[in-house]
């Protein structure tokens, strides 16, 4: 069973900045995608980015030019490098992991869960 463990969450001001982890408990390698989700109080749980196994990234256009996705397969860590943080980017961010292309969305497994809290 894999577990995927978010971490780096926090209370930033506006206009902060931070860096989310996700290690995973096995070789990120074997998944063909890892993405980032997040979950504002109140709405659905929604795509922010994803990196392939091969290295390809996307964004949401919510968050384009000011998240960046990256990953470290040697320490089976991905990262969501956060800029320019506004109160709307306040939620629980998920990391998730996608075993095969043809269940890209679908993540087969999901962690815990880490909150950012943005103040004005």
């Known amino acids: 069973q894999v577990q995927l463990v978010e971490s780096g969450g926090g209370l930033v001001q506006a206009g902060g900045s931070l860096r989310l982890s996700c290690a995973a408990s096995g070789s990120i390698s074997s998944f063909y995608r890892m993405a980032w989700y997040r979950q504002a109080p109140g709405k659905q749980r929604e795509f922010l980015s994803a990196i392939t196994r091969g290295g390809s990234t996307n964004y949401a256009d919510s968050v384009k030019g000011q998240f960046t996705i990256a990953r470290d397969s040697a320490k089976n860590t991905v990262y969501l490098e956060m800029n320019n943080l506004k109160p709307e980017d306040t939620g629980v961010y998920y990391c998730?992991?996608?075993?095969?292309?043809?269940?890209?969305?679908?993540?087969?497994?999901w962690g815990q869960g880490t909150q950012v809290t943005v103040s004005s």
């Open positions: 998730a992991a996608d075993m095969t292309i043809w269940t890209v969305g679908r993540p087969s497994y």
